[in-house]
């Protein structure tokens, strides 16, 4: 197939959530014979290397100046009744520039990469009318919204993420029925999409991960690790309430043990207060595989959010031993007390950490459990492969 992908930015580096399923799904598409055009932003909020994409595909794209949110956003939002985020980044006159300079004249299908990149639907139906196009949903964007008002304290914060989430749910109805297929990440994710719009032709196609190699790595039974970009909120939550929930009694419980964080988006002040607790924050890791090698446990606290976590994938691919929460293994075939420990208390989490730390069966367990499958149902290889029988279904849909 030959293939157009729109995306908000150029996914590489992948080195946060979004990027590595735009770069990876990208990656395998031309490994599986495709022809790929992608036609991108360049952030100038995101490290972007166009380079890495070159193997894989031809890339258009121009430099975009993504602003930080701010009350003129805000109030233009409310007044113009679109969600913020769309209106404030989504550039369609540069989009516009940026199809101008692509010279195809024919693609077998069109792939908007996530929600927000819905914005330039009406761009591609101009130049290719006659060309399927699908969209590739990376999370229930409303559902998000919602959750976000339902776990901030802040009334007036409460206010506009619920009003958000009406828009947007409005805008991801309207988007789902321009197109001629829509995927999603988990089945939740899918059923959320029925219920909104009953007909619609979907299909449900996961993230990925790569199985790295097992390293001659002692496991540190001392040490519990949590990896994620800290500027998305829920992550941010979720840590800041095992910190301050769990991490105190589970010092006192277990004196020896060391806690390391790894990823972008912790403040300075919060760096300072974990330093005072013995938290070790690592800041972005360029070899995160030897820190998830080298821990017995990885934490992932999430308490609410949407979509699949890829953190959550790498870490099962990695063969760390994971404790979350059922919002963190939500839409992945993983099975408490085999592939990861579930807690959802900060009883539960001490338990369930405390467990793995002192019976090294249970972590190899676990760890060989974990990698199986990863093997056997997430690997990107197959992941790719699921989405082509999909576009070629919506293609086969389209001729007739």
């Known amino acids: ?30 490994m599986r014979g495709h022809e790929l055009v992608v036609a991108s932003f ?33 109030l233009k939002s409310t007044i113009t009744r679109q969600p913020v985020s769309v209106q404030h980044r989504m550039d369609s006159t540069l989009m516009r520039k940026i199809f101008s300079i692509i010279p195809d004249s024919y693609f ?16 591609a139906k101009a130049k290719y009318p006659d060309t399927p196009i699908i969209l ?5 964007e409303h559902l998000l919204l919602k959750r976000n008002a339902q776990n901030t304290k802040n009334p007036i914060l409460r206010l506009f993420f619920n009003d958000q989430a009406q828009l947007m749910k409005k805008f991801e109805v309207s988007a789902m029925k321009s197109v001629d297929g829509v995927t999603a990440v988990t089945p939740y994710d899918q059923d959320k999409f029925c219920e909104l719009i009953p007909d619609l032709i979907s299909e449900v196609v996961p993230d990925g991960a790569d199985l790295p190699p097992k390293r001659n790595i002692s496991r540190d039974h001392h040490t519990i690790f949590a990896v994620s970009n800290w500027d998305w909120r829920p992550n941010i ?4 309430w095992f910190v301050k929930n769990v991490w105190p009694e589970l010092q006192k419980r277990y004196p020896d043990i060391f806690f390391e964080i790894a990823g972008r988006g912790i403040s300075e002040r919060l760096q300072h207060d974990f330093k005072k607790k013995g938290i070790s924050y690592l800041g972005f890791v360029d070899n995160i595989e030897i820190y998830r090698q080298k821990a017995s446990v990885m934490v992932a606290p999430l308490l ?17 031993p994971i404790v979350t929460t059922s919002i963190g293994s939500e839409g992945i075939e993983m099975k408490p007390g085999r592939d990861y420990l579930l807690a959802e208390t900060p009883s539960e989490f001490m338990e369930q950490i405390i467990r793995l730390l002192k019976e090294p069966e249970l972590r190899d367990k676990i760890s060989h459990n974990s990698r199986s499958l990863i093997e056997r149902k997430y690997q990107w ?20």
């Open 136 to 140: 590739r949903q990376a999370n229930v």
């Open 1 to 30: 197939m030959k293939i157009l992908l729109i995306m908000p930015r150029i996914p590489a580096p992948p080195n946060d959530g979004g990027a590595i399923y735009l770069y990876h799904i990208t990656r395998h598409l031309a």
């Open 304 to 320: 609410y959010g949407s979509g699949l976590k890829l953190k959550i994938l790498e870490g099962l691919a990695s063969g760390v």
């Open 108 to 123: 077998d299908i069109i792939s908007i990469e996530g929600l927000h990149s819905a914005q330039f639907v009406d761009i």
């Open 42 to 74: 360049q952030s100038n909020r995101h490290l972007q290397k166009p380079d890495m994409m070159t193997p894989y595909c031809r890339l258009y794209s121009l430099p975009v100046r993504f602003k930080p949110y701010n009350i003129t956003a805000v």
């Open 381 to 400: 290889n197959q992941q790719a492969e699921k989405l082509e029988v999909f576009m070629n279904r919506i293609i086969e849909m389209s001729k007739s």
């Open 237 to 240: 939550d979720g840590l800041l």
